[in-house]
C-alpha cells in the first residue's frame, strides 16, 4: 500500500470520527440545554413599567418557593422577597382613573397578603388606552401565574377544611359545616347561589334575594377566593 493510499485512508477516518464527535456535541448540548430549561421552567419573569411618570423597568421574578419584586422607587436593595410559606392572601382588580368628564386610563393593581396581614403592591398604569392589549395580557398572566404557584394550592386548603367540617372566616364570611354567616344574616349551601360579574359578585339566598352580600375582587381581600370556594361547594 503506497503511501499516499495510507493517507488517504487515516484522512477519512479522521473525518468520520469528526463527524461522530460533532453529532455527539450537539446531542449533549442540546441535552443541557433541557436540563437548564427544566431547571428554570418553574420560575417566571415580568419586566414591570407603572406608568407614564415612572418609566423604571421593574422585575417581578415569580418561583416556586418565593416572589420577588423591584418595589422600592431607589435603585439600590430595592427588591422585596415574600417567601411562600408567608403568602396568606390576594386581592386584586382594575382601578379606573377618572379624568375631567370621563375616564382617561387604569391602573392594574395586585395586593398580596403575608400572613402577618401586611401586604405589598404590584401595579401599573396605562392612559388613554396605550398598550391596552400589552398590559391587559401582562396583568392577565401574572395573575394565573401566581394561582398556579401560590392561590390553588391555598384554595385547596380551604376546600378541605370545608370537607372536614372546620368552621373558619374567608373574605369576612364565616365558612360553617352547612352554612354561611355575615352581618347577622346567615344562608344554608343548599339556598346559597353565585352572580358573578368582571369586578365582583354577589352571593345570595335563592328564596330570598334581599339576603345577599356584594364582595369585590379588588377591594376585599381573599374574596377571589372565597368566590372559587363557594362555586366549588355548591356546585
Known sequence: MTFVVKFLIS???????SRIFDKFT????QHCSDKISDKTAFMKEFTIVR????NRKRQLIIDDNFIKFDHNDHRKNSFITINKENIAGIRYGIHFIKGYKFYIGREYQIFIRNKDNTETKIYFKLFYKRKLSEKHQLFVDIINHLWEKYFNEILNSYI?????????????????????QFNKKEILFDDLAIK?????????????NYNNKLLYHLKDKDAIILQNLLTNSIQ
Open 196 to 208: 358573578k360579574y368582571h369586578h365582583y359578585f354577589m352571593i345570595y339566598s335563592k328564596q330570598d
Open 11 to 17: 484522512l477519512n477516518r479522521l473525518i468520520q470520527n
Open 26 to 29: 450537539e446531542t449533549y448540548t
Open 160 to 180: 378541605q377544611k370545608l370537607k372536614n367540617k372546620e368552621s373558619f372566616e374567608l373574605a369576612g364570611i364565616t365558612i360553617l359545616n352547612d352554612r354561611i
Open 51 to 54: 406608568g407614564l411618570f415612572d
